[in-house]
């Protein structure tokens, strides 16, 4: 029975438990304390790359070396990793195969802004798991996604690019957009230095809305429709069945390319979501997994893109396309990428994460059940989240009001400080090859003591 008596969680008693949390995690982290206030005297906020101060500690968690699923911090505690850097490390940290093909390759030279050897291999090995022929790559999906928009506005001669509200393709500026209550694309209230309106080049529309879809591409003026097989970053919204489906067709109908990103949707099997659902997209994109966490991205696409693509090239006058970085398709880049197409992200191996994911799906399921709660578990293949409403949510607006960020942060401490890591974003998982049985039973007896804890 879901409790509906409004104490569970009872606001007191969180945050009593969090303050309590916040003293443990500082008592017993002392050399990562000690480690951020050294790193507040020469970085940005005082830390590297400042998306790495989201997490809700007091001070950073710093990592001292990540194997499989295990963390072990500054302190020498070891941490089962859920989180695996939010998708980067998805099929664990350093899998053997790609460390030694890194360290072969990284005695042979770094980058030279030429093929390598193992160009054709991997090649063969793209278009035999993602199941689209033409290839190319870059240093991350941010990258790929900015440049497929940039292909598909040259072949097209259109200037729009459609997106779902609640979307994440990386720091793409043309992504950066909201929804408003009226329909209107609006440029991201949080984008900063944002100097142009971004309605100009993008239209924005709710997720699962097959009818909305339609309606903006009827005007013509659309290049493509970019999106992930379900929104990963506003909570997870899978899709409704059918409605990628029809999304294609209406594609094919009005004459704009599909853009599947699956950078996060990889978890769903092996090929990712598209391929395991049997969508034919134009173009597909996919990073942070896909060379093992080393800085690398790819995007794929059909013959006939490939004819387009050349043909726009071709009839544009000799400089820099805007597509494309030196350091793309490194020879470091490949080692990895070969390593960990051919040996790691195989059908076997997701067999075993599926499999674990299920299994923590179901144990999280009884442990909600159990203490009442209007939660829910949302599954993606490896990937799932603990989201704070009684069904798994259709759009952003519904994800976004599910969330409740005092909840979220607490629990997030809570597992930390008992040795789990999960996301510091709306309490995402991610299942490894190496994440074992125990591991599940550790986590979800850690959920189910927190909600005795905060349930009156």
Same mark, same amino acid.
């Given at each position: 029975?879901?409790?509906?008596?409004?104490?569970?969680?009872? &606001?007191?008693?969180?945050?009593?438990?969090?303050?309590?949390?916040?003293?443990?995690?500082?008592?017993?982290?002392? &050399?990562?304390?000690?480690?951020?206030?050294?790193?507040?005297?020469?970085?940005?906020?005082?830390?590297?790359?400042?998306?790495? &101060?989201?997490?809700?500690? #007091?001070?950073?968690?710093?990592?001292?070396?990540?194997?499989?699923?295990?963390?072990?911090?500054?302190?020498?505690?070891?941490?089962?990793?859920?989180?695996?850097?939010?998708?980067?490390?998805? +099929?664990?940290?350093?899998?053997?195969?790609?460390?030694?093909?890194?360290?072969?390759?990284?005695?042979?030279?770094?980058?030279?802004?030429?093929?390598?050897?193992?160009?054709?291999?991997?090649?063969?090995?793209?278009?035999?798991?993602?199941?689209?022929?033409?290839?190319?790559?870059?240093?991350?999906?941010?990258?790929?996604?900015?440049?497929?928009?940039?292909?598909?506005?040259?072949? =097209?001669?259109? #200037?729009?690019?459609?997106?779902?509200?609640?979307?994440?393709?990386?720091?793409?500026?043309?992504?950066?957009?909201?929804?408003?209550?009226?329909?209107?694309?609006?440029?991201?209230?949080?984008?900063?230095?944002?100097?142009?309106?971004?309605?100009?080049? =993008?239209?924005?529309?709710?997720?699962?809305?097959?009818?909305?879809?339609?309606?903006?591409?009827? &005007?013509?003026?659309?290049?493509?429709?970019?999106?992930? #097989?379900?929104? =990963?970053?506003?909570?997870?919204?899978?899709?409704?069945?059918?409605?990628?489906?029809?999304? *294609?067709?209406?594609?094919?109908?009005?004459?704009?390319?599909?853009?599947?990103?699956?950078?996060?949707?990889?978890?769903?099997?092996?090929?990712?979501?598209?391929?395991?659902?049997?969508? *034919?997209?134009?173009?597909?994109?996919?990073?942070?997994?896909?060379?093992?966490?080393?800085?690398?991205?790819?995007?794929?696409?059909?013959?006939?893109?490939?004819?387009?693509?050349?043909?726009?090239?071709?009839?544009?006058?000799?400089?820099?396309?805007?597509?494309? =970085?030196?350091?793309?398709?490194?020879?470091?880049?490949?080692?990895?990428?070969?390593?960990?197409?051919?040996?790691?992200?195989?059908?076997?191996?997701?067999?075993?994460?599926?499999?674990?994911?299920?299994?923590?799906? *179901?144990?999280?399921?009884?442990?909600?059940?159990?203490?009442?709660?209007?939660?829910?578990?949302?599954?993606?293949?490896?990937?799932?989240?603990?989201? +704070?409403?009684?069904?798994?949510?259709?759009?952003?607006?519904?994800?976004?009001?599910?969330?409740?960020?005092?909840?979220?942060?607490?629990?997030?401490?809570?597992?930390?400080?008992?040795?789990?890591?999960?996301?510091?974003?709306?309490?995402?998982?991610?299942?490894?090859?190496?994440?074992?049985?125990?591991?599940?039973?550790?986590?979800?007896?850690?959920?189910?003591?927190?909600?005795?804890?905060?349930?009156?």
């Amino acid at each position: 029975m879901i409790r509906t008596d409004g104490h569970c969680p009872d &606001r007191a008693r969180l945050a009593a438990l969090h303050a309590a949390e916040l003293t443990r995690y500082v008592e017993t982290h002392p &050399r990562s304390v000690a480690l951020a206030a050294e790193d507040a005297r020469h970085y940005l906020f005082g830390v590297p790359m400042h998306w790495m &101060r989201d997490w809700p500690t #007091p001070a950073t968690l710093h990592v001292e070396h990540a194997l499989g699923n295990r963390l072990v911090d500054a302190d020498g505690h070891e941490i089962v990793d859920f989180c695996l850097g939010d998708t980067g490390a998805m +099929f664990g940290h350093s899998p053997e195969p790609v460390a030694q093909a890194i360290a072969r390759q990284a005695a042979q030279g770094l980058t030279a802004m030429l093929p390598s050897v193992r160009s054709a291999e991997v090649g063969r090995l793209l278009a035999h798991t993602f199941g689209l022929p033409r290839w190319q790559m870059t240093l991350s999906a941010s990258d790929a996604n900015r440049f497929v928009i940039r292909w598909a506005r040259a072949i =097209t001669g259109r #200037p729009k690019v459609l997106v779902f509200d609640g979307c994440y393709h990386g720091t793409v500026d043309d992504t950066l957009v909201d929804r408003a209550g009226d329909g209107r694309t609006l440029t991201r209230a949080s984008l900063l230095g944002q100097v142009h309106d971004l309605a100009l080049g =993008t239209v924005v529309v709710p997720f699962n809305d097959a009818a909305a879809v339609r309606a903006a591409l009827a &005007r013509g003026d659309v290049a493509c429709v970019l999106t992930e #097989p379900a929104l =990963t970053n506003c909570g997870l919204v899978p899709a409704r069945p059918g409605f990628l489906e029809d999304v *294609q067709r209406a594609c094919a109908e009005h004459g704009c390319l599909l853009v599947l990103d699956e950078t996060h949707t990889i978890s769903s099997g092996w090929g990712g979501q598209g391929r395991q659902q049997g969508l *034919q997209p134009d173009v597909i994109v996919v990073g942070k997994a896909v060379a093992g966490g080393l800085p690398c991205a790819v995007y794929g696409f059909t013959e006939a893109v490939d004819a387009r693509m050349q043909a726009a090239k071709r009839a544009a006058p000799d400089g820099h396309s805007g597509i494309g =970085t030196t350091l793309s398709a490194n020879l470091l880049a490949l080692a990895a990428l070969q390593a960990q197409l051919a040996e790691v992200m195989t059908p076997a191996v997701y067999a075993g994460m599926l499999a674990h994911a299920a299994l923590l799906e *179901q144990r999280l399921d009884e442990v909600i059940a159990a203490a009442g709660v209007p939660w829910t578990v949302t599954r993606l293949g490896a990937r799932m989240e603990l989201q +704070f409403c009684a069904v798994t949510p259709a759009d952003a607006a519904a994800a976004r009001a599910a969330m409740n960020a005092p909840l979220e942060q607490a629990l997030h401490l809570y597992l930390l400080n008992r040795g789990l890591l999960v996301t510091p974003f709306h309490n995402m998982l991610l299942v490894a090859p190496q994440t074992g049985a125990s591991d599940i039973e550790r986590l979800v007896g850690a959920v189910g003591a927190f909600l005795s804890e905060v349930c009156a």
